[in-house]
């Protein structure tokens, strides 16, 4: 196990670090991280996936629409 790479992060509705050494040394607690495309946080809270889906949900239409609008004949 590489203890620099391994990082640990609890779901719970309360807010408490979790504390576990390997070698002497203490994981890095997360407070969100990314999975298979989806944002998961420590609070079980959605907001920050919807916010980014609308941000690539905004980002795709604008792309879109300036091809198209660069496009017209």
């Not at 196990?1 to 607690?29: A, C, H, P, W, Y």
């Not at 990314?34 to 690539?56: D, H, P, Q, W």
Request: aromatic letters at 6%; charged letters at 30%.
């Amino acid at each position: 196990m590489n203890v620099g790479k391994t990082k640990v992060m609890r779901i719970s509705r309360q807010s408490f670090q979790v504390k576990i050494r390997i070698d002497q040394k203490q994981l890095e607690n997360l407070e969100s991280f990314k999975y298979f495309g989806n944002i998961l946080t420590n609070g079980r809270r959605c907001t920050c996936e919807i916010k980014s889906r609308a941000v690539m949900a905004k980002t795709a239409f604008n792309k879109k629409r300036a091809h198209l609008l660069a496009h017209r004949t």
